[in-house]
C-alpha cells in the first residue's frame, strides 16, 4: 500500500516550465499527482471533484432538463470514486516498460488496451511497452472498484493521464538533473529522452533515478487533445493474440492451485430450492474419481478428478428438495403482478388527441459465452479466490462473512473474464466455491453447467411499460411513461459492504432501483411535461443489470410510440424525430444513418427501414435497419431455430464525446446490434412452475448467423464534448428499438410483446431433474 502522501509540494513538472508559470496551484488542465516512495518510478493521481466534470452537464442541457440529463449515474459513480483515485498507480520499470494494476475487471469489453492507450499516449511510450493487469480486491479503494455502468473509461480518463504525465515529467526531470540542462530542451520518442547534444536516455535507465524515498506530491498537465497520436486513433486490442490462439487464460484455466479439482453442483428443480434429503450420499461418494460430496446452501457439490466424472455424479445424486421462492410464478402470473404493481397515469386525455400504447418484455438472460465459475481454498485462518469478478471488495467481504474469517484472511484475486453482461457484478460462482472448499476442507475449480447458467443464473427481468403522449397543434404536449419490473437485483451496492448493506435493507433495493432508473432515463426529445417513473415487483427471481439496464425495454417501448405519433400527426418517422430533439449531436447522428443508410428508399413491399435515437452515459446513437418482413423469409425452415423476420443491414452513428479507441468502440456497437436483434426478435425466457424453461444456448435464441446482416455499418462521430462517455452498452437500445419500429412499418402492425417470437416455443425443454443433462454425444467412440 502507497504511504500516505505528503502535502508539501517538493518540485514542479517540466510541464510548469515549459508553460513558464511557478505557480503552485493548479488551473483547469493541470493537476495534482504523487511520486510514491518506491526503488523505481511509481506515480499516482490526486483529483477533487473536478474529476467529474457535471458541471460541463449544467452548461449543455437545455430546458426542461430530466435528473439524468443534469447528473447520471456514470457521474455519480466517477464522483464516488473521486476520494480513492490517487491510490491508483502506474509504475516505470527498470526494463523501460510501464505497468499498471487496473481496478476494474477486463471481460471483454477491451478496457485493457484503451487504458494502456492511454498510458502509452501521455509517456510517449509504445503501446506494446505498457502492461495493464488486473487488481487484486483492495478494500481501501471503496467504490472505486466496480465495473458497471458504462463508467471504467469516464472514471479512470483523469486518473490515469495524470499519473502519466506525472510519469513523464519526473523523468524528464532526472533526465535533465544528469546532464545538467533545461527539462524543456528535451523531447522524447518511443520511451527514450533524447537531447540537442546527441545524449539519449531510456526510461528503464532512469526509473530508479527518477523514484523517491518518500512520497511526494507534484502538479501535472495531461496532453491537450491536439496532440493525441495514439487516443482516438484505430488500434487493435492488445490481447488479441492470445484470444485468437487460444493462449488467453480465463480463472480455470489457471494452475495456481494446488490439489485444486473440479466441482460442480446437482440443483433444485425451482430457483432458490434447497436440499431436503439425498439418498445416496454413501454410492455416490464411490463413484469413479469422485472425492467428495457435500451438501450447502444451493444444492449437493461434488469434487473430483475430471468435470465428466462431476457430471455423472451430479446426474446419479438421489435428492429431494424444499420448495423455491417463485414456484407458482410464470409468464402470465408475473405478467399479471407487473400490470398491478404499474405507476397510474396521470394527463387526462380531454383537450388533446393522444397516442396510449402498452408493451410487454419477457425475461432475457444474460449468460454470457463463460459460465460461472471460479477457483476457491479455503483452510483454517484463511482464504483465497480466483473468478472474473465486477465488485470484488463486496465479494472479499461476502465470503469472509460466509466463511466466518476477518475480511484481511480473505484473498481475492480477481481474472480475466469470458464475457458478463452485467452478471459479473455478483459473485455467485465464487462465494459457492468458497463454501463448497470449507466444507470439503480442499480447494475446488467450481464450473456452472451451462443449463445451470440458464436455470440459475442471474437474468433481465420481465417488464412491462405503459405509455400515454397527447399532442395538439403540431407539438406534442406531454409524455408519460410508467414502467413496471421484476425487481432487479442491485445488493451488490456501488461494490463495498456499505452500499451493499443497504441495498438489502427492506426499502433498499427499490430505492437503489429508483435511483438508477432516473440517472439513466432520459427522453430526448422536446415532449412538453415529460415524465418517467418505476414501479417494481419483489419477486425472488435471480436477477440483475443486463447491458443497458433498463433501457432497451423502455427506450423500445418510447420510439414506437414516437414512430406511432408520426403517424398520427402525418409526419415522417424521421423527419418527426429530427424537429423534436434537443440537441445538434442527437441531430447529427440521425442525419448521418440517414444520409448513409439511404432513409426513405423504395423497397418491396414486406420489407422496411425503421429508424430510433438513444441517448445515455454522456453521449448518443442513431440506428437505421432494413427488416425483411415476407413469407418467403419468415417461413423459413430452420433446424432448432426460430424462423420469422430478418435483418437485413444495420447502418448506427455513435458519439461518445471523445472516442479513445474507435476500433474497439465499433466492436462494442457490433456486439450492442447482435443483442439488439436478439431482444426484439428472438431472445428470451419462458418462466413456468418457477423455472425458466431454457436450459441450453441451443434453445436460448441469441441472434443467430442466419439473422445476422449482411451489411452492418458503424460510423463513429468525430470527438465533440471532448471527455469520454460510457460506450460499452450505449448502442443495445437503439438497435432493439430500430429493429422493432422497423418489423411495424413492413407490417403494418406495431409488435408489442418482446421478443417478438416469445410466443414461439421451437424446442422440447429439458427435465427439470437432473439439474444437469446428459452431455451430448458425437456418435464415434471418443464421445463425451
Known amino acids: 500500500m502507497a504511504e500516505k502522501p505528503s502535502s508539501r509540494p517538493v518540485f514542479n513538472t517540466e510541464s510548469e516550465s515549459d508553460s513558464g508559470s511557478r505557480s503552485t496551484g493548479t488551473d483547469r488542465r493541470r493537476f495534482l499527482g504523487y511520486v510514491l516512495a518506491a526503488p523505481t518510478l511509481v506515480v499516482a493521481a490526486q483529483l477533487g471533484v473536478e474529476a467529474a466534470r457535471p458541471g460541463s452537464a449544467d452548461a449543455s442541457i437545455p430546458s426542461p432538463p430530466e435528473p439524468a440529463d443534469l447528473l447520471d449515474l456514470g457521474d455519480a459513480l466517477t464522483l464516488a470514486a473521486v476520494p480513492t483515485s490517487h491510490l491508483i498507480s502506474i509504475r516505470m520499470n527498470a526494463d523501460g516498460t510501464a505497468s499498471f494494476a487496473m481496478p476494474r475487471a477486463e471481460v471483454g469489453q477491451g478496457i485493457t488496451t484503451a487504458v494502456a492507450m492511454l498510458i502509452a499516449e501521455e509517456l510517449d511510450l509504445p503501446l506494446d511497452r505498457v502492461e495493464v493487469t488486473l487488481a487484486d480486491a483492495r478494500p481501501e479503494l471503496l467504490f472505486n472498484q466496480l465495473t458497471g455502468g458504462s463508467n471504467t473509461m469516464r472514471s479512470l480518463y483523469g486518473p490515469v493521464r495524470t499519473a502519466a504525465a506525472v510519469a513523464r515529467a519526473r523523468l524528464l526531470s532526472a533526465a535533465a538533473e544528469r546532464w545538467e540542462v533545461p527539462a524543456s530542451s528535451l523531447t522524447v520518442h518511443g520511451g527514450v529522452i533524447h537531447h540537442a547534444s546527441g545524449r539519449r536516455a531510456t526510461y528503464g535507465s532512469l526509473a530508479e533515478a527518477a523514484a523517491s524515498t518518500r512520497t511526494t506530491v507534484v502538479s501535472a498537465r495531461p496532453k491537450e487533445r491536439s496532440a493525441f497520436s495514439i487516443v482516438g486513433t484505430p488500434q487493435s486490442r492488445i490481447d488479441a493474440r492470445a484470444i485468437v490462439t487460444g493462449a488467453k487464460k480465463f480463472a480455470l484455466d489457471l494452475d495456481v492451485c494446488p490439489g485444486a479439482k473440479p466441482a460442480m453442483v446437482r ?14 450420499l454413501a ?34 445424486l438421489e435428492v429431494t428438495w424444499h420448495g423455491g421462492s417463485v414456484d407458482r410464478e410464470s409468464d402470465d402470473t408475473v405478467l399479471a403482478k407487473l400490470k398491478a404493481a404499474t405507476p397510474p397515469l396521470v394527463v387526462p386525455r380531454l383537450l388533446t388527441k393522444s397516442v396510449d400504447a402498452e408493451f410487454v418484455f419477457a425475461f432475457a438472460s444474460n449468460s454470457a459465452l463463460e459460465t460461472n465459475n471460479a477457483i476457491a481454498d479455503v483452510r483454517p485462518g484463511g482464504a483465497e479466490i480466483w473468478s472474473a469478478l465486477k465488485s470484488p471488495i463486496d465479494a472479499q467481504q461476502m465470503i469472509a462473512a460466509r466463511l466466518g474469517l476477518p475480511q484481511s484472511a480473505v484473498k481475492v484475486h480477481v481474472t480475466e473474464g469470458g464475457g458478463s453482461f452485467g452478471r459479473k457484478l455478483f459473485f455467485d460462482a465464487a462465494i459457492e466455491a468458497a463454501e463448497i472448499s470449507q466444507k470439503t476442507g480442499k480447494p475446488v475449480k467450481l464450473m456452472w453447467h451451462r443449463t445451470d447458467d440458464f436455470r440459475h443464473g442471474r437474468a433481465h427481468p420481465m417488464s412491462y411499460s405503459k405509455i400515454r403522449a397527447t399532442y395538439a397543434l403540431g407539438n406534442v404536449v406531454s409524455y408519460e411513461q410508467r414502467h413496471a419490473s421484476v425487481a432487479t437485483d442491485f445488493t451488490h451496492g456501488l461494490g463495498e459492504a456499505l452500499t451493499a448493506t443497504a441495498a438489502k435493507l427492506p426499502v433498499g433495493g427499490l430505492g437503489f432501483s429508483e435511483t438508477v432508473f432516473t440517472l439513466t432515463q432520459s427522453v430526448p426529445y422536446d415532449f412538453g411535461v415529460t415524465t418517467q417513473l418505476l414501479g417494481e415487483v419483489p419477486l425472488k427471481f435471480h436477477t440483475g443489470s443486463m447491458r443497458d439496464v433498463y433501457s432497451p425495454n423502455v427506450v423500445c417501448a418510447r420510439e414506437l410510440v414516437v414512430d406511432r405519433l408520426a403517424g398520427k400527426m402525418g409526419r415522417d418517422p424521421l423527419a418527426f424525430r429530427r424537429s423534436f430533439l434537443k440537441q445538434d449531436r442527437y441531430r447529427a447522428v440521425l442525419d448521418k444513418v440517414a444520409e448513409v443508410g439511404e432513409w426513405g428508399r423504395a423497397m418491396p413491399e414486406g420489407t422496411a427501414q425503421g429508424v430510433a435515437v438513444h441517448t445515455e452515459f ?32 444495420v447502418v448506427m452513428a455513435v458519439d461518445v464525446g471523445l472516442p479513445i479507441n474507435p476500433r474497439g468502440l465499433e466492436a462494442q456497437m457490433i456486439g450492442c446490434v447482435s443483442d439488439g436483434i436478439g431482444l426484439a426478435l428472438t431472445e428470451s425466457l419462458h418462466i413456468s412452475r418457477g423455472l425458466p424453461l431454457e436450459g441450453s444456448w441451443d434453445e436460448f435464441f441469441y441472434t443467430r448467423q442466419w439473422n445476422t446482416p449482411a451489411e452492418v455499418k458503424i460510423i463513429v462521430m468525430p470527438p465533440t464534448t471532448g471527455e469520454p462517455g460510457g460506450a460499452g452498452e450505449i448502442g443495445v437500445a437503439g438497435a432493439f428499438a430500430a429493429v422493432a419500429c422497423a418489423y411495424a412499418r413492413a407490417t403494418g402492425t406495431m409488435p408489442t410483446r418482446f421478443p417478438i417470437n416469445h410466443g414461439t416455443l421451437a424446442f422440447d425443454p429439458l427435465p427439470r431433474e437432473p439439474s444437469i443433462p446428459q452431455s451430448p454425444t458425437d456418435g464415434l467412440d471418443h464421445a463425451f
Open 267 to 280: 440443483r433444485p428443480p425451482t430457483i432458490n430450492g434447497t436440499v431436503d434429503a439425498v439418498a445416496n
Open 618 to 649: 454522456k453521449g448518443c446513437t442513431a440506428v437505421l435497419v432494413e427488416i425483411d418482413c415476407r413469407p418467403e423469409t419468415t417461413g423459413r425452415q430452420v433446424p432448432d431455430g426460430v424462423t420469422g423476420p430478418r435483418v437485413t443491414r
Open 283 to 316: 454410492a455416490v461418494r464411490a463413484m469413479p474419481g469422485i472425492t467428495d460430496v457435500v451438501v450447502i446452501s444451493t444444492g449437493v457439490a461434488v469434487r473430483g478428478e475430471t468435470f465428466g466424472q462431476c457430471i455423472d455424479a451430479v446426474r446419479a
